[in-house]
Structures are given as C-alpha cells and as structure tokens.
C-alpha cells in the first residue's frame, strides 16, 4: 500500500543552523501539508501546498519558514535559521483532490539546541 | 476557525472494560470527521472516518464513533478495550472543499491496564 514517507527520521541540529525537512507524498496526491506537534502538545497545522503554490500558512508558519516542491516527488519544509522552539515533531501529510482523508508520514523528530 | 475539544487528557482503565472518548468540534459548515490513534513511537494512523451517510461509523479493531450533528459531537467508543490499544487518541475534524487542513484536537492518553 503506497505510503507518504519522512527523512530523516530524527535530526539534531544546533540553535541557528538552517534544516531540511524531506518528504515523498503518495505519488498520485496534489494537496501537501506540514504539521508539527510539540512534545506533550496538540498536532498543530503549518501550511497547504497546491499547484506549487501555498494554499494556507498558520500564524506559526512565519518567515523562517518555507516549502519547496522542487522535483515531482519530493516535497521539503525549510527552517532557516532554528530556534530551541522549533524541537518538535514534524509530519508531512498528503490527499487526493476532492478527498479529506490525509495521508501522514512517521515524522521527523527535530531536536533544537 | 474551526475548533476541536477533547474533554479526557488521560484515560487509565483495566482490560475488557468499555471505553468511550468525547469530542465537540466547532464549524459553522459542513465538516468531515476522524479519529486518529498514535501507539508509542510511531506515526499517526487512521481509526476512523465520517464523511456523509450514516452517523454511527465504525472502523478499524472494533473502533467505532457516532457523530451526532445536534451535539456538534464524534464520541469515540470500544466495547471492550485491550492492553495493546494503549495509545494517544486524536480527534480531528477537516471543513469538506477546498484547502483542507486537518485540526486536530487536543488528544487523550488511553492507559489500558492488563
């Protein structure tokens, strides 16, 4: 069964270092999204992605943030410049159009210090 | 905004008994419905759905939820829980059209004791 995919599975970085979150949606989707969950927190909404373009961002989603499809497969969430805020757990979500199941990934369990 | 509110933060309970988790959700339109589960260490998976038709929906290993549009509610429920459904449970709820972010709520720690 085709399944959204996460790398890397876990990430340490250091307070300002800039990272890359990777992900490959289900082949055939076109709606893509990024949720974080800070640990012990609720699964909060970053932002929508269709037709290379942002759909809907969170206030969460500021300008340190951006996404990238830059080939037919992947699809990215930059973090420009980390802060200790930032350590949380990220997953990727994907859907068909005109469908509302989502499709999420394992996550990335970024670590910030 | 669309809002979703779960009223249990921790659930401890023995095996074989019942289990039933509260969800309300707030949206003036029409909306589409789902629990989803997190077992320790992984990923997000899907227990069930509601999309339109039959409010009493039921899903995967004896899950089974009923929205009840009156309450603005999608209650989870098992009949006889087991120690591997030990887990944190999620409520969510996604406005039907358009861009469709999930919001999640703020989910139940279920402890289920052997």
């Known amino acids: 069964e085709p399944e959204v995919t996460q790398t890397p599975s876990h990430q340490v970085t250091q307070m300002g270092q800039e990272v890359i979150l990777r992900c490959v949606p289900i082949?055939?989707?076109?709606?893509f999204y990024w949720y974080r969950q800070i640990l012990g927190q609720k699964v909060e909404f970053l932002v929508s992605?269709?037709?290379?373009?942002?759909?809907?961002k969170s206030e969460i989603f500021d300008d340190q943030f951006s996404v990238e499809r830059p080939d037919g497969s992947n699809f990215t969430l930059k973090i420009r410049s980390t802060k200790l805020e930032d350590s949380a757990m990220y997953f990727c979500?994907?859907?068909?159009?005109?469908?509302?199941?989502?499709?999420f990934g394992p996550g990335t369990r970024l670590t910030v210090l | 905004a669309q809002s979703v509110s779960q009223h249990n933060h921790h659930v401890i309970l023995s095996e074989a008994a019942s289990l039933e988790l509260g969800c309300n959700y707030s949206?003036?339109?029409?909306?589409?419905l789902f629990w989803y589960v997190q077992y320790p260490g992984q990923h997000l998976q899907l227990l069930l759905k509601?999309?339109?038709?039959?409010?009493l929906v039921k899903g995967i290993k004896g899950f089974e939820a009923e929205f009840i549009k009156s309450k603005f509610s999608f209650n989870l429920r098992k009949p006889s829980v087991q120690w591997s459904d030990t887990a944190e449970y999620f409520c969510?709820?996604?406005?039907?059209?358009?861009?469709?972010?999930?919001?999640f709520g703020t989910g139940t720690k279920l402890q289920v004791i052997p």
């Open positions: 969510a709820v996604v406005n039907s059209g358009g861009y469709q972010k999930v919001t």
């Open positions: 992605f269709y037709n290379n373009e942002i759909s809907e």
């Open positions: 979500a994907s859907h068909l159009a005109g469908v509302s199941e989502q499709f």
């Open positions: 509601y999309f339109s038709g039959d409010p």
């Open positions: 949206y003036g339109g029409t909306v589409n």
């Open positions: 082949s055939n989707h076109l709606y």
